[in-house]
């Protein structure tokens, strides 16, 4: 089993959809959360990162589960300009900080 | 303030030469991180530099990857001989100070992407 799973995707939705990406992890000793997103042949960037708590982001709400070893991450309102692929990345800190990507989701947002 | 750079952005190398990836963190960061992207693939952890000394380098796939960052500002990667399953796209990550714990921000470089023939 994959450390970070995630859907698998492809997502095509229209413009002003809500769509909302799910990620697990399996190890418990992962303390930091975030979701990237990766633009084709770019680097990745962070879009946010997630706490306990929940935290938004303009359209962006991303949620994290202790408990089920759960994140989300919610789009509202979506635009063409949020195509690109969502990486879910888990930081596990034991006597290194290890980062673990989720292999990630691909988002097409069509006129 | 300037960004990750990485040099350089594509490499076509043959089968069994040597190609060195470079890249230079932001100005500062203690912390500097290797990954692989092959095709298909999820982005995979190779090390992790914490100012000059490895941290972690258990994701590195075997002694053909030599990772050095002297003086603890850029860093290389030098694939030696380079093998067909080497191809991919290399990314560097930097962070800030180590002993800031709850900042682990990553911020990546664009990448190297490399062909082997």
């Known amino acids: 089993r994959k450390e970070v799973e995630q859907d698998p995707g492809p997502f095509n939705v229209p413009e002003g959809a809500t769509v909302a990406f799910n990620c697990t992890y399996s190890?418990?000793?992962?303390?930091?959360f975030f979701w990237y997103r990766q633009d084709c042949r770019k680097e990745p960037k962070l879009l946010m990162s997630?706490?306990?708590s929940g935290n938004e982001d303009g359209r962006f709400t991303a949620q994290l589960n202790r408990a089920s070893q759960y994140i989300s991450l919610l789009i509202r309102d979506s635009k063409l300009s949020d195509s690109a692929t969502y990486l879910c990345?888990?930081?596990?800190?034991?006597?290194?900080?290890?980062?673990?990507f989720g292999p990630g989701t691909s988002l097409s947002v069509i006129p | 303030e300037a960004g990750v750079t990485q040099f350089p952005s594509h490499s076509v190398i043959e089968k069994g030469q040597t190609v060195t990836l470079r890249c230079d963190p932001i100005?500062?960061?203690?912390?500097l991180y290797w990954y692989r992207r092959v095709m298909g693939k999820e982005i995979k952890f190779l090390l992790h530099?914490?100012?000059?000394?490895?941290?972690?380098e258990s994701g590195m796939p075997n002694n053909r990857f030599l990772a050095e960052r002297t003086g603890g500002t850029y860093s290389t990667l030098k694939v030696q001989p380079a093998e067909l399953e080497d191809s991919g796209v290399y990314f560097c990550?930097?962070?800030?100070?180590?002993?800031?714990?709850?900042?682990?921000?990553?911020?990546f470089g664009p990448g190297t992407r490399l062909t082997v023939l």
């Open positions: 997630v706490y306990s």
């Open positions: 190890n418990s000793a992962s303390q930091s």
């Open positions: 100005s500062g960061h203690d912390n």
């Open positions: 990550a930097s962070s800030q100070a180590y002993e800031r714990r709850n900042t682990d921000t990553q911020y």
């Open positions: 530099f914490v100012k000059e000394s490895k941290q972690d």
């Open positions: 990345v888990v930081n596990i800190k034991t006597s290194y900080d290890k980062v673990i």
